[in-house]
């Protein structure tokens, strides 16, 4: 007898056979055993699924009602699967699923699975046995509902691995009781419908042999092509549909990453010949999009960065704390144990604690690394929670609550230290000396914290005080009120320096890091005003209504309408717009070193952003103007980066050091030899840096930290036309110039050997200094010589033209080489090589990937292009951004971040990070959900494939 299957890949009614209801804490595992095994018991070869069940994997809310999602589904399910247990008995959610069920379906469509507990039925009585001895693990929800004994299967076995598997008689005969009445057939005819579909797979297989030597006979006897010609038409339709979705990817990209990198999976996982390379492409180069990780948390209310940046807490209405790695988008941790909102998120300064406040009248300080409670703190009376700061040392935990009441508690002990009646709000000074409160009249305090003296009040508004915050120097307290005035107070002479207007009521007040700005932000215009500390004028306006001052002049603003954008608050221009968020962005917020940007939206996400990824870092200041005037007119050497990609050193009178993450000068070095000073090496510990003067006469070596002189050593006229490079202990350094490269003891200033080479030839030591490689252009030779006596040790040929040396791979085992817009691949020792082709202008900057795997290279047309070290393949599409020739490439110490920077001395991030490893895997994780049935509708129609697992 044929058992009616739905297809789960077409249009259908109802929309799921099965809803699956359960508690997620017991039984995860068993659930998505069981729900598996309802999909392949009696599955027809050439189908999908034998039933579609909806399982719910997320942590759902405690909140009144269900989320639009579960209604759906259980009103398109024709039959509910209750997973019995004391667990599920006992939660209120599972209660609601079932409220729902027996208002709106009957009583013939529920079965249950007993995993844990005990059940009895009562046949006296006609229902189960109530006692509390006798039945636990069914809700009491359900007394009365059934007028006869319903379908149930004992699933209390099923605990291993080797339980939850078809293959377990006793785990098949339970799937198989329950899923016949959903069938409509009996179990007897379900089993033997199985089998015949296993003995069927096996005659379709068996049949398929025959098959294709029959038509490989026909095939050869006849001549007929009817089988290449509709594998060839299969093929080309997935080439065609390939180059679809790859195509939409890349238009996608910046208006909704997320399908973006969904449509290049899909791409991959059809992986139609010839465009195995080009979907490759397409995910790495979806995955070097700005977005990193998109972290979904049901009914979020609340999230928070550690202070070192790798973690983000979030909080939600089911009373759940979440705790993930920035860099991974992976949970790590999750705290239970409050059934009340969680709104109120607040990391010690050490980072090793977190303080969570809710509307239960309680603040739970939790210890991170081992996920227990430290202390409860009870607010006696005094109302809910609505705020918790630790002081700067971390020794102080400050709550406010409903009643107007700020309490200090001693972080250690949970002791309650003072209590500041009349106080709305709390704000520790930066250096922990001050603590402001407001109150709902428009009065602010400052307190002594250790004595809880109070110090000053300032007054002038009757508007509840909703915002306190501190300049970064202590010296300033801005006050914002339910009004659109924001005061400026002076922490020092308790005076008022500044009353800012913002038009309309004022929000999320934030001084830059300088202090130097303040911002304002109204949810009413939509905008957000800086304004200058100094003197309280209006500096400029930007879109947004939350904002988040990152390194140097950059900020981010979220808005209401689910926009992130970021700007340069020097010029107010905008940086880039971010998309993704489909709700109101409640705030933005930056990890301390600004590489990571988060913006949290009641769509129930926190999205994380590498904000500066393929965006302009530009250098600012005068001294940033007359470099790039020196740069324009060919004064000035190229830019060099520190090998930790920390500094970037640029020529001139002075030379000067700048923070690469913000653009801001960090130092300036001065010489008394006429001419510029071009800096061109830095030590291999990013601590020394090698300059030399026009006249090349002399190398200086500076200590950057104190940028004091080491040793000037005279390298005589030409001695030292190009610095090249430094052995990995830096005792030496290594000069070209007049067809010689020239060893140099960096203490004492001696020349250790002198080498013949051609003209311009640069040098590079091995890994271990123990050997140095120069060019022999004359002879087309890569030579090996060793670094302290100077001995050749052998040379490498094998291509015409082999121009310079550029770098050497960090494991040692590659050496690259440039000539004019071709890179050639040296294996070492063995000298196999490889030329990569692609560029269209001359290149210059090179750089290995920390791993070895990836070699970036940057061009006199501003492109930079990722290769595969092994294979020689191009591993993206063309990196564009640049304005002017690149001249150097780094890659940060962590491995994660390519640093590229241009003639201009523009400075370009690029996150190489997330193209190591699986790129599916690493693609799905990132955007931590799986293409939706309209999505598949629109893009990928017809095909039964599973985009991402999640």
């Known amino acids: 007898m044929p058992i009616p299957v739905i297809d789960s890949m077409s249009p259908r009614t109802p929309d799921y056979d099965i809803f699956l209801s359960y508690s997620r804490a017991a039984d995860s595992d068993l659930a998505a055993a069981l729900q598996r095994g309802l999909a ?6 050439n189908k999908a699924r034998a039933l579609w069940v909806f399982r719910d994997k997320t942590d759902l809310s405690a909140a009144e009602g269900l989320p639009t999602q579960i209604e759906n589904a259980l009103k398109g399910a024709r039959y509910f699967l209750l997973l019995a247990s004391p667990e599920s008995a006992k939660s209120k959610w599972v209660g609601r699923e079932i409220r729902y069920w027996q208002e709106n379906k009957t009583a013939d469509t529920f079965l249950i699975a007993v995993t844990d507990g005990i059940v009895a039925w009562d046949e006296t009585r006609g229902d189960f046995d109530w006692a509390e001895t006798e039945t636990t693990a069914i809700p009491k929800i359900l007394a009365g509902y059934f007028s006869a004994e319903p379908v149930w299967e004992d699933l209390r076995f099923a605990r291993g691995s080797e339980q939850l598997s078809l293959r377990h008689s006793g785990f098949r005969s339970a799937v198989a009781t329950l ?17 015949r579909q296993q003995r069927t797979v096996t005659r379709l297989r068996t049949a398929a042999i025959i098959g294709l030597v029959a038509l490989l006979v026909v095939a050869i006897a006849t001549g007929i092509g009817f089988l290449t010609q509709r594998n060839d038409a299969r093929h080309q339709r997935d080439v065609a549909a390939t180059r679809q979705l790859i195509a939409e990817s890349r238009n996608l990209a910046n208006t909704d990453p997320e399908l973006a990198r969904l449509l290049a999976v899909a791409a ?53 704390v979440r705790l993930t790695d920035v860099y991974t988008g992976r949970q790590t941790r999750q705290f239970t144990g409050t059934a009340s909102v969680n709104f109120v998120l607040a990391f010690s300064p050490d980072g090793r604690k977190l303080a969570t406040g809710s509307t239960g009248n309680t603040t739970v300080v939790w210890d991170i690394s081992t996920g227990s409670p430290l202390h409860t703190l ?55 000396t001050l603590i402001a409160t407001g109150t709902e009249h428009g009065v602010v305090r400052l307190w002594a914290p250790d004595t809880g003296q109070q110090l000053a009040e300032f007054t002038g508004d009757t508007n509840r005080v909703h915002r306190l915050v501190f300049s970064p120097d202590n010296g300033l307290l801005a006050v914002g009120v339910l009004g659109p005035t924001v005061r400026l107070w002076d922490t020092r002479s308790h005076q008022l320096i500044h009353t800012l207007d913002n038009g309309s009521a004022a929000w999320g007040q934030t001084f830059s890091p300088d202090g130097q700005t303040i911002a304002t932000g109204s949810d009413v215009a939509q905008t957000v005003r800086l304004w200058d500390t100094t003197s309280g004028q209006l500096r400029t306006t930007l879109t947004g209504e939350t904002i988040a001052f990152g390194a140097g002049t950059t900020a981010a603003t979220g808005d209401n309408g689910g926009h992130v954008r970021l700007w340069d608050t020097a010029t107010g221009q905008r ?37 500066m990824i393929g965006r302009p870092t530009t250098l600012h200041g005068a001294a940033a103007d007359a470099i790039a005037d020196d740069l324009r007119k060919g004064k000035s050497l190229g830019p060099t980066f520190s090998p930790d990609g920390r500094l970037l050193a640029t020529s001139g009178r002075p030379a000067r050091l700048w923070d690469t993450a913000t653009g801001q000068l960090r130092a300036a070095i001065r010489f008394s030899h006429p001419g510029n000073i071009r800096a061109e090496l830095f030590g291999p510990n990013s601590e020394i840096l090698a300059t030399r003067t026009d006249d090349s006469d002399w190398v200086q070596l500076w200590d950057i930290e104190s940028r004091k002189l080491l040793i000037d050593i005279p390298t005589g006229r030409f001695g030292a036309s190009s610095l090249n490079a430094f052995t990995s202990d830096a005792a030496t350094i290594a000069t070209s110039g007049q067809g010689s490269i020239r060893l140099w003891n960096t203490k004492t200033g001696a020349l250790v050997h002198e080498h013949p080479a051609a003209l311009y030839s640069r040098a590079q030591f091995s890994v271990d200094g123990a050997t140095l490689m120069s060019i022999d252009k004359d002879n087309h030779e890569i030579m090996f010589r060793d670094s302290v006596s100077g001995t050749l040790r052998h040379s490498l040929s094998g291509q015409s033209n082999i121009g310079s040396i550029e770098a050497i791979s960090p494991d040692g085992t590659v050496l690259a080489t440039s000539e004019g817009r071709v890179i050639g691949l040296w294996q070492l020792p063995t000298g196999g090589s490889k030329l990569l082709t692609g560029h269209a202008g001359n290149i210059f900057g090179v750089a290995f990937s920390r791993d070895s795997a990836i070699l970036a290279t940057g061009d006199h047309e501003h492109i930079v292009r990722l290769w595969d070290v092994r294979t020689g393949q191009s591993l993206t599409e063309q990196l564009a951004g640049h304005q002017k020739t690149i001249r150097d490439a780094v890659v940060s110490p962590d491995g994660r971040t390519l640093l590229t920077v241009d003639d201009d001395a523009t400075i370009f991030s690029w996150d190489i990070g997330a193209l190591t490893g699986d790129l599916i895997t690493n693609t799905c994780a990132q955007v931590g959900r799986s293409i939706t049935p309209q999505e598949r509708e629109a893009y990928i129609p017809g095909r039964d494939m599973e985009v991402c697992e999640i």
């Open 179 to 195: 899923a016949a009445p959903v069938h409509g057939v009996p179990k007897g005819v379900l089993d033997s419908e199985d089998v």
């Open 378 to 432: 009870e607010s006696g009376g005094a109302g809910n929670f609505y705020q918790a700061a630790f002081s700067p040392d971390g020794s102080t935990l400050a709550t406010s609550t409903g009643h107007n009441t700020v309490i200090l508690w001693d972080a250690e002990s949970g002791r309650q230290r003072a209590v500041l009646d009349d106080s709305k709000i709390a704000e520790f000074s930066p250096d922990g």
């Open 40 to 45: 392949r018991l009696t599955k027809p070869w």
């Open 268 to 320: 991959a996982k059809i992986d139609a010949e010839p465009e195995a390379d080009s979907t490759q492409v397409a995910l790495r180069t979806a995955l070097l999009h700005p977005l990193r990780h998109v972290i979904r948390h049901q009914q979020l209310m609340a999230s928070s960065l550690s202070p070192d940046g790798r973690t983000l807490a979030t909080g939600s209405n089911d009373g759940t």
């Open 575 to 611: 940086l880039a717009d971010f998309a993704g968020h489909t709700g109101q962005v409640k705030t933005v917020a930056f990890t301390g070193d600004g590489t990571v940007l988060a913006s949290m939206s009641d769509d129930n996400t926190v999205r994380l952003w590498r904000p």
